[in-house]
């Protein structure tokens, strides 16, 4: 290598650190790498309803969407942490409440307006499978989605094992005609998703509810209150998921989308509509098992009040004849010099035989009157 090339080498090495240095001083921070972060799970570019090749960095999407018509970009995030967060929201001009509250996850569904951005909060559920109900036994597991909708672009942050929106996307993208009304259709999806996922836990829930009824209402009774209270638990954590949901949906059939920035496009509003419809028969369902659920809770507590009932009557006749021997052994353990049929011969004889026959008839009394 000459001299010339070594001194080639050494300038670029120069002047990349010197622009390095430039950028910490001007804007405080290095450029960030433009690669896609962890948290992402997918970014695409749709045009017309259908998706542009390639998975880009959503900056350069967004970008490429605002340049382009009838395009938005649909950036979808797992957990995100802070800094990630951060820089989406700089690149997509997210509000700082917004932020703040895309890094927590247990938020209310809710439907929110910051300026041009729209913000949906849904609640994801999940079936837990499990052998047998027990005290500690997980049925429905739950998380979040937060849907950010703009002007050309819709960003989706979930938190929580559960609601998994890869299908989402493949769905939707399969139906072109839907997807080109915008960032809205995104919305629809995750929307229609999350109700028949409701509608899906809520049938598994229902076959819980009837071994629980059927274990409570057996001859044997072999339901422990124990179990149906972990059951009740977890179908009041459902119920909060799905029922908080109707306000928001309401708020958006009702808001005016005529140019599609308020709420959702008039092309749209039908299949909102249906989604409402799906939900009020979820709710009604969970509200029902929440309810069944209560009477069964009430069933049992009153058959263990019958059953200790029982128990404390056949306590009680069995101590009532154990204390008629006790009497009548405790009168001839007196040691008096005059009582009857002590010098009798066949006395002792007599006493068991009075204590047998005292016994006898009580627990015939006890067994007739169905205490024994």
Same mark, same amino acid.
């Given at each position: 290598?000459?001299?010339?090339?070594?001194?080639?080498?050494?300038?670029?090495?120069?002047?990349?650190?010197?622009?390095?240095?430039?950028?910490?001083?001007?804007?405080?921070?290095?450029?960030?790498?433009?690669?896609?972060?962890?948290?992402?799970?997918?970014?695409?570019?749709?045009?017309?309803?259908?998706?542009?090749?390639?998975?880009?960095?959503?900056?350069?999407?967004?970008?490429?969407?605002?340049?382009? %018509?009838? &395009?938005?970009?649909?950036? !979808?995030?797992?957990?995100?942490?802070? +800094? /990630?967060? #951060?820089?989406?929201?700089? @690149?997509?001009?997210?509000?700082?409440?917004?932020?703040?509250?895309?890094?927590?996850?247990?938020?209310?569904?809710?439907?929110?307006?910051?300026?041009?951005?729209?913000?949906?909060?849904?609640?994801?559920?999940?079936?837990?499978?499990?052998?047998?109900?027990?005290?500690?036994?997980?049925?429905?597991?739950?998380?979040?989605?937060?849907?950010?909708?703009?002007?050309?672009?819709?960003?989706?942050?979930?938190?929580?094992?559960?609601?998994?929106?890869?299908?989402?996307?493949?769905?939707?993208?399969? %139906?072109? &005609?839907?997807?080109?009304? !915008?960032?809205?259709?995104?919305?629809? +999806? /995750?929307? #229609?998703?999350?109700?028949? @996922?409701?509608?899906?836990?809520?049938?598994?829930?229902?076959?819980?509810?009837?071994?629980?009824?059927?274990?409570?209402?057996?001859?044997?009774?072999?339901?422990?209150?124990?179990?149906?209270?972990?059951?009740?638990?977890?179908?009041?954590?459902?119920?909060?998921?799905?029922?908080?949901?109707?306000?928001?949906?309401?708020?958006?059939?009702?808001?005016?989308?005529?140019?599609?920035?308020?709420?959702?496009?008039?092309?749209?509003?039908?299949?909102?509509?249906?989604?409402?419809?799906?939900?009020? %028969?979820?709710?009604?369902?969970?509200?029902?098992?929440?309810?069944?659920?209560?009477?069964?809770?009430?069933?049992?507590?009153?058959?263990?009040?019958?059953?200790?009932?029982?128990?404390?009557?056949?306590?009680?006749?069995?101590?009532?004849?154990?204390?008629?021997?006790?009497?009548?052994?405790?009168?001839?353990?007196?040691?008096?010099?005059?009582?009857?049929?002590?010098?009798?011969?066949?006395?002792?004889?007599?006493?068991?035989?009075?204590?047998?026959?005292?016994?006898?008839?009580?627990?015939?009394?006890?067994?007739?009157?169905?205490?024994?």
């Amino acid at each position: 290598m000459d001299q010339r090339a070594v001194r080639d080498r050494a300038g670029r090495g120069v002047r990349a650190l010197a622009r390095r240095l430039l950028g910490r001083v001007e804007g405080g921070s290095p450029t960030p790498r433009r690669s896609n972060p962890d948290a992402v799970v997918d970014c695409a570019v749709y045009v017309n309803g259908r998706r542009e090749p390639g998975r880009p960095h959503y900056a350069d999407a967004y970008a490429h969407a605002r340049r382009g %018509r009838d &395009a938005f970009v649909w950036l !979808g995030l797992h957990e995100p942490g802070p +800094a /990630v967060l #951060a820089a989406v929201g700089r @690149t997509f001009g997210l509000d700082e409440l917004i932020v703040e509250q895309a890094l927590t996850d247990g938020h209310r569904p809710t439907v929110q307006r910051h300026g041009p951005v729209t913000v949906l909060v849904l609640r994801t559920a999940g079936y837990v499978e499990h052998d047998e109900l027990t005290d500690t036994s997980e049925v429905i597991d739950t998380g979040d989605v937060m849907v950010l909708l703009g002007n050309r672009f819709a960003i989706t942050v979930r938190h929580g094992a559960t609601g998994a929106l890869r299908s989402v996307r493949a769905d939707i993208e399969r %139906r072109p &005609a839907l997807l080109a009304a !915008g960032p809205w259709a995104v919305a629809y +999806a /995750v929307c #229609a998703r999350m109700v028949d @996922t409701y509608l899906e836990v809520a049938g598994h829930v229902e076959r819980d509810l009837e071994r629980v009824e059927e274990a409570v209402f057996a001859r044997d009774r072999s339901a422990d209150i124990q179990h149906i209270y972990q059951l009740k638990r977890e179908v009041v954590e459902f119920k909060r998921a799905v029922l908080p949901l109707q306000a928001p949906m309401r708020t958006l059939l009702d808001t005016d989308g005529s140019d599609g920035s308020d709420g959702p496009p008039r092309t749209l509003h039908r299949w909102f509509v249906d989604v409402d419809g799906r939900l009020s %028969r979820a709710v009604d369902r969970v509200a029902a098992y929440d309810d069944l659920l209560t009477s069964i809770v009430q069933s049992r507590l009153a058959q263990l009040a019958v059953e200790q009932n029982n128990d404390m009557r056949k306590i009680a006749a069995w101590a009532a004849i154990a204390a008629t021997q006790t009497g009548i052994a405790g009168i001839y353990g007196m040691n008096f010099d005059h009582m009857p049929e002590l010098a009798w011969r066949y006395g002792y004889a007599g006493a068991v035989a009075l204590m047998a026959l005292a016994a006898l008839a009580l627990y015939r009394l006890f067994r007739r009157s169905g205490w024994l």
